[in-house]
């Protein structure tokens, strides 16, 4: 059994979704220190994670691991605003996001990697605290 609890991403959940060349290189950083990076990494493949930095390996990185021709066929099929696909395709063209598609991405996320949605929600009621103390 994996111990998710020493994932090295768990303090800064959100953290592992950022773009941009220095999250993506500082992210791998964390990957590289991370005792559970190779099953990380198989679960991202396993699910074909469409979101964030998992076992060191951005989305394109997994996708090019899996051999992305009869997916990037797929991809074509193209899925309506309010589901994960879309809100990638808004991503990979440099859109804004939208509200549903948003909604669609957040629930994606939560449903596969439990551990983060407990630290996020951690980190929310960190967040929470502090304003509240700051008011
Ligand atoms: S390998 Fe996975 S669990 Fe470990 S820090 Fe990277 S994303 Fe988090
Ligand atoms: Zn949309």
Do not use: F
């Not at 959100?14 to 198989?42: F, H, K, S, T």
């Amino acid at each position: 059994m994996t111990d998710w609890t020493l994932a090295g991403c768990t303090g800064d959940p959100e953290a592992m979704y950022e773009d941009g060349a220095a999250a993506i290189a500082y992210n791998r950083r964390v990957c590289a220190a991370c005792p559970i990076r190779a099953a990380c990494l198989q679960r991202a493949l396993d699910l074909r994670e469409p979101w964030g930095m998992w076992g060191g390996l951005t989305p394109r990185e997994r996708d090019d691991l899996l051999n992305p021709a009869p997916r990037r066929m797929a991809e074509r099929n193209l899925k309506p605003c309010g589901t994960a696909a879309a809100a990638r395709r808004h991503q990979r063209r440099g859109e804004p996001v939208c509200p549903p598609c948003r909604q669609a991405a957040a629930c994606d996320k939560q449903e596969r990697w439990p551990h983060q949605a407990a630290g996020h929600a951690a980190s929310r009621s960190r967040r929470l605290e502090r304003e509240k103390s700051a008011a």
